[in-house]
C-alpha cells in the first residue's frame, strides 16, 4: 500500500469514526448550549444505547446477514433498530432530566453535574449486573461488500454509517435552525427568563433538548457496535471522553462545531496507529482538550450562547 492509499484509508475510517463520535458529541453540546450543564450521564445513555440496538436485534432473530424471526427485510429491521434504540434512549435521558435534574437545576455549584455523574454510574452498574462485564458480539447483517479505492478499501458498512449519521446530523441542523421548536431552544440558550416572557415553555424545550440528544447518543451506540461488532458495559467512558473533547474542541453549545470536532477527533484516531504508537492515541486526544481549555475555551468555533452568569 502506497502512502497516499494509506491516508486515504486513514481518512475512510476516521470518517467513520468521527460521525459517530460527532452524534454522541451533539448530546453534550445541545445540553450545554441551553443549561450550561456537562451531562455525563450521556456517556453511558450512549452505553445502554448499543445494549437496547443489541436486543432489537436479537428480538428479531438476526443471525449473521439473515433475519429469522420475522419476514422483514434486513434494510426494515436495521431501520426499526435504529427508532426503537433512539426513542429508548430519548425516553431515558427524558426521564433523567424530569425526575432527578430539573429538582436540582437551580440550586448553585455542582449539584446537578454531580447528580448527572451518579446517574451515570447508576447505569453502568445496571448495565453490569443485569448483562455481566464481558464483551457481547453485536450480529454482522452488512453484506461483505466492499470497493477498491486504489489500495484503500471502502466497505459497505462504512457507507451506510456514512448516510445515516449525516442524515441524522443534517436533520438536527434544520430541526434547530429552522423549526419553531428549535428557534425556541436557540432563544432560551441565549436567555431563558427571555424566553419565558415571550412565552416559550422552558420546561418543553429542555426536556426537548435531552430527548434529541439522547437519541443521537443511542444512534451511535449503534452504530458503534455495527462498526465493531462488539459492545460491552465499558464502552461508553471511552467514546463519551473522545465525544466530549470533540464537543469542547469544536465550540461546546455549538451544534455545528461539535460536528467538526466529532470529525477531527475521528480523523486523529484512526491516523494514530500509523503515525505514531497506538497506545500514545489517547495522549493526543487528550492532550488536545487540555490544550483547548487552556488556550481557547470557546472551541475552535466559540459557543452558541453566551455566558449566563
Known amino acids: 500500500m502506497t502512502t497516499a492509499d494509506l491516508i486515504l484509508q486513514q481518512l475512510i475510517n476516521g470518517v467513520s ?11 453534550f453540546t445541545l445540553v450545554y448550549g441551553i443549561l450550561e450543564l456537562i451531562n455525563f450521564s450521556h456517556f453511558n445513555i450512549f452505553m445502554v444505547g448499543s445494549f437496547v440496538a443489541l436486543m432489537t436485534l436479537d428480538a428479531f432473530g438476526l443471525k449473521g446477514q439473515t433475519v429469522v424471526l420475522t419476514g422483514l427485510p434486513l434494510a426494515g429491521v436495521l431501520l426499526v433498530a435504529f427508532l426503537v434504540t433512539m426513542v429508548a434512549t430519548g425516553v431515558l435521558g427524558v426521564g ?29 452498574n445496571v448495565v453490569l449486573l443485569t448483562t455481566g462485564a464481558d464483551a457481547k458480539n453485536f450480529p454482522n447483517p452488512l453484506p461483505a461488500v466492499h470497493y477498491d479505492i486504489g489500495g484503500a478499501v471502502l466497505r459497505l458498512r462504512e457507507i451506510l454509517i456514512w448516510i445515516i449519521a449525516f442524515v441524522l446530523m443534517g436533520g438536527l441542523s434544520y430541526f434547530v435552525n429552522r423549526t419553531r421548536l428549535g428557534k425556541a431552544m436557540r432563544a432560551t440558550a ?17 426536556m426537548t433538548a435531552f430527548f434529541v440528544g439522547s437519541a443521537l447518543a443511542g444512534a451511535g451506540g449503534l452504530i458503534f457496535g455495527l462498526y465493531y461488532n462488539f459492545t460491552s458495559a465499558s464502552v461508553g467512558f471511552v467514546a463519551g471522553l473522545r465525544a466530549f473533547t470533540a464537543a469542547v474542541l469544536g465550540g461546546i453549545g455549538n451544534v455545528p462545531g461539535a460536528m467538526v470536532g466529532g470529525l477531527i477527533i475521528g480523523l486523529i484516531e484512526a491516523s494514530g496507529g500509523q503515525l505514531i504508537a497506538t497506545a500514545w492515541t489517547d495522549v493526543v486526544i487528550f492532550s488536545i482538550l487540555v490544550l483547548v481549555l487552556v488556550f481557547r475555551p470557546s472551541g475552535l468555533f466559540g459557543r452558541m450562547a453566551p455566558n449566563k452568569s
Do not use: C, N, W
Not at 437545576?105 to 453535574?113: I, T, Y
Open 17 to 27: 469514526l468521527g460521525a459517530m463520535y460527532a452524534l454522541l458529541a451533539l448530546g
Open 96 to 124: 433523567i432530566e424530569r425526575f432527578l435534574l430539573r429538582r436540582v437545576r437551580h440550586v448553585k455549584g455542582p449539584a446537578a453535574m454531580i447528580t448527572t455523574i451518579g446517574v451515570s454510574y447508576i447505569l453502568l
Open 190 to 206: 441565549q436567555d431563558p427568563d427571555a424566553a419565558r416572557m415571550m412565552g416559550i415553555e422552558v420546561d418543553r424545550v429542555i
